[in-house]
């Protein structure tokens, strides 16, 4: 190669170079926002893309499955008005508060996170805060320690969401945890038997109320069975009843077609002599009334029926 040539071969070697620098692989986990001249491009899909070359395209390349974590207290600046991590609550005390917030960039939004990724972490503990504030803000001390670690997730999320979506952040918060929620140093120590006392309230109550629907089950068992027991005793007593009427019935009608009514008379007192007799027995009742009928040779004849002469 002469020297004359060397400044064309230089050149194309460096025109090639810089177009080659348009080749970028994108991850399968990443999403590529591509920027030219600074305006921001539909976003690229995992795989090997040929942009323009280098000055003319810039990529970002954005991971969008990875699970971030930001720690978050009321506030990060150090001459703030109130002591950083501590909230005012609603009946105007004092709690200490820090959350562990996880959260990821959205595929379908990756081109709105791309412009803020360097301070993304900044807006949403800003958001966070206030968010918190107002939570804090509608709820007693009490409510706060007692349900404060329970519901924090339910209740913070949809709010901070929403107002992230309205600022076009591209982020998905995913969970939120507090790691403290207690009381200010100076008065845990009141708080926490006040906490003990309340607990045990609460185990006494419950106590009471299982120990009232144990009473309550038995009371109600015990109402079914009698209930039953007098269903029963009704229904036999109303059976009884109806073969004793049909057995007088019965005997009436064999009474007006006997051929001596006196004789029958006679042998239905017997008749039922004898079965008065058998339950007195059967009781010990009849024991001093045969020893003295035996002793005397007695025995009971139904009078005759008729007028007295």
Do not use: C
Request: avoid cysteine.
């Amino acid at each position: 190669m002469t020297l004359g040539r060397f400044p064309w071969f230089l050149a194309a070697v460096l025109l090639a170079g810089w177009a080659v620098s348009g080749i970028t692989l994108v991850a399968p986990f990443e999403r590529g926002v591509v920027r030219r001249f600074g305006r921001i491009l539909d976003p690229l899909p995992p795989g090997p893309h040929w942009l323009l070359p280098w000055g003319i395209d810039r990529v970002d390349k954005v991971a969008v499955d990875r699970v971030r974590t930001t720690v978050i207290g009321l506030s990060n600046a150090e001459d703030a008005a109130t002591p950083r991590g501590q909230l005012v609550t609603g009946d105007h005390n004092l709690v200490q508060v820090e959350v562990a917030v996880q959260w990821r960039v959205d595929p379908a939004k990756v081109a709105e996170f791309a412009p803020v990724a360097d301070r993304a972490e900044t807006i949403l503990s800003q958001v966070v805060e206030g968010t918190l504030g107002e939570w804090a803000g509608e709820r007693p001390i009490d409510r706060l320690l007692l349900e404060g670690k329970v519901r924090l997730a339910t209740d913070l999320l949809p709010r901070v969401q929403e107002r992230l979506d309205r600022l076009a952040m591209g982020i998905l918060v995913a969970d939120a945890r507090a790691s403290s929620l207690a009381p200010p140093d100076e008065v845990k120590g009141a708080f926490d038997l006040v906490a003990r006392s309340e607990a045990g309230r609460q185990t006494l109550v419950t106590r009471a109320r299982q120990e009232a629907e144990t009473r309550n089950r038995a009371a109600q068992a015990e109402a079914y069975r009698v209930t039953q027991e007098a269903q029963t005793r009704a229904e036999n007593l109303k059976r009884l009843a109806q073969e004793d009427a049909a057995r007088f019935l019965s005997r009436l009608a064999a009474y007006r077609g006997a051929a001596n009514p006196q004789a029958f008379l006679v042998q239905v007192w017997e008749e039922e002599r004898g079965r008065i007799f058998a339950k007195l027995r059967e009781n010990n009742g009849l024991g001093l009334l045969d020893h003295h009928l035996n002793e005397k040779g007695l025995d009971l004849q139904l009078a005759p029926l008729g007028p007295k002469r």
